[in-house]
Every structure is written in C-alpha cells, then in structure tokens.
C-alpha cells in the first residue's frame, strides 16, 4: 500500500515532470539547472513539493523559476499546482516603493504645483489646543491668539514635534554651523549687523540673514553660522588697496619742453 513517505519521494523525484510544464509556459532558453527541492507539506496520503530551476532570462540576474508539484497517494503522475518567476538572495529587485508624497524634495515643486498637508501630520497641531508663537511676553498673549485663531486666524501651527525637526533641518544644512563656509567664516551671526532677530521658540537659535551681498540673503540661519561678509570683518593691512602717491604739480612750459 502506498504511504506518505513514498507521496514525498514521487514529488521529490518529479523534476523532469516541473521542468516539462515550465518549458510549456515559458521560453526553454530561459530556464537553467534544477537547483533544489522546497518540502511545503507532507501528510498522510499527500505531498507539496516546489522545485526550483535557475533563471538565464535576461535581467533577472539571481532570480529563479518556482513549480510546485502535488503527488497524491494512488495517483500515477503528480499535478503541477503553481508556476511562478521569484528573487532569490542575491536577485536584483527594485527599491522599496515610496509614496509620492515621501519622493518629494525642496525645490521639486514647479510653478502651479500643489502639496496638500495630510489631516495627521504630526509637525501641526490646532492652534486652539496648542496656541501660537508667543509674540507677546504677557500672561494673556496666548490666550488673545487662540480668540483670534477661533475667527479668521491660522486653523493649525506648529507642534513641538514639527518645532524640533525644523530646528534639526536649518541646523544640519549649509546655514548651519558645519557648512565649509561657516568654518572659515572669522565671526558667528549671533554678532552681525545683518542678523534679523525672529520670534517664537526658535528666536535663541536662529535668525534671518538681510546682507544683499551674503550667500545667505533672506534665509533662515543659526546664530553659530557665519561667512565673510559679517559686518564687523575688516581687511587685513596687507589685503588693503595701496594709497594713491601724493600728486605732482607740472611746471614745465613747452618752451622749455621743445628745448629738451
């Protein structure tokens, strides 16, 4: 009488069998060596077995053909359940998919393009829960915002998460204290004439630059940024223009000229 085990051996020997059905599917120049034998199941009077065969098309380096095979107690021939193409370990695949909105960098954004804020954003808070920026030093300020908010004011604002990763942004960027500008700079922001002082939690940190002739005109930058053109640099002696000679006044007349 036949059993499982042997259901499991007729599976596992019918590599002619799968190679015969994934020819019939697919290009023969397509399909490689028989690389091995996957058990799926193995129960009385039945067996699922995937063979595996190499893939030589052509960009799917590392790939391989998967064909499983049922073999069932009393039945001659076994049944070829399933033919599929998948990645082995060392299969060139494509990159995780990433959302449009995560794909989108600064500066990607084009002229008429829209970029909605999701209802969940964790970087905006309503400003009726949270409050605004205090503008003012008072006790009441914040209470006077979120009655202004309630009417016709800003419907959110920034979260202390939202807070945290902007300052974390500005900071790590060429405005920032590590760009090579600012480790050559001879004076910090925090000491520059230019520097706009802005309001809110960030004021201690950052600022805005309003030097026309800076790198960094109308952008936001930490107080320990810095560059050349701080309005305390001065020159050097030996990098300063030389003076003019002192002037010479001609007192030769052309007779005497024409005598020469």
């Known amino acids: 009488m036949p059993t499982a085990t042997s259901a499991l051996d007729q599976a596992l020997s019918a590599v002619d069998d799968a190679r015969a059905a994934l020819v019939g599917d697919v290009d023969p120049a397509d399909v490689g060596e028989h690389l091995g034998s996957i058990t799926e199941d193995d129960v009385v009077g039945a067996a699922v077995v995937t063979h595996l065969f190499a893939c030589t098309r052509a960009g799917y380096v590392g790939w391989r053909w998967s064909v499983t095979v049922v073999a069932v107690e009393g039945e001659s021939a076994v049944t070829v359940d399933e033919l599929v193409l998948i990645p082995g370990d060392e299969a060139i695949v494509a990159p995780a998919w990433v959302p449009y909105r995560e794909r989108i960098k600064p500066g990607d954004l084009s002229p008429g393009d829209l970029l909605p804020v999701s209802d969940d954003d964790p970087r905006l808070v309503p400003t009726y ?53 600012a480790q050559s700079a001879p004076h910090h922001c925090h000491s520059c004439g230019f520097l706009l002082r802005i309001a809110g939690h960030l004021a201690p940190s950052f600022g805005v630059c309003a030097n026309g002739d800076a790198n960094d005109d109308g952008r936001v930058v930490s107080m320990d940024h810095g560059c050349g053109a701080h309005s305390e640099v001065r020159l050097a002696k030996k990098h300063e223009p030389r003076p003019l000679p002192d002037p010479i006044f001609d007192t030769i007349t052309p007779d005497e000229l024409e005598a020469l």
Do not use: C, M, N
Not at 138 to 156: F, P, T, Y
């Open 129 to 181: 829960a949270f409050g605004d920026d205090p503008l003012d030093a008072d006790a009441k300020a914040q209470i006077r915002e979120v009655a202004k908010d309630l009417g016709l004011g800003r419907v959110r604002t920034l979260s202390p998460f939202g807070v945290d990763a902007a300052a974390e942004r500005w900071y790590l960027s060429d405005h920032g204290p590590r760009s090579p500008l």
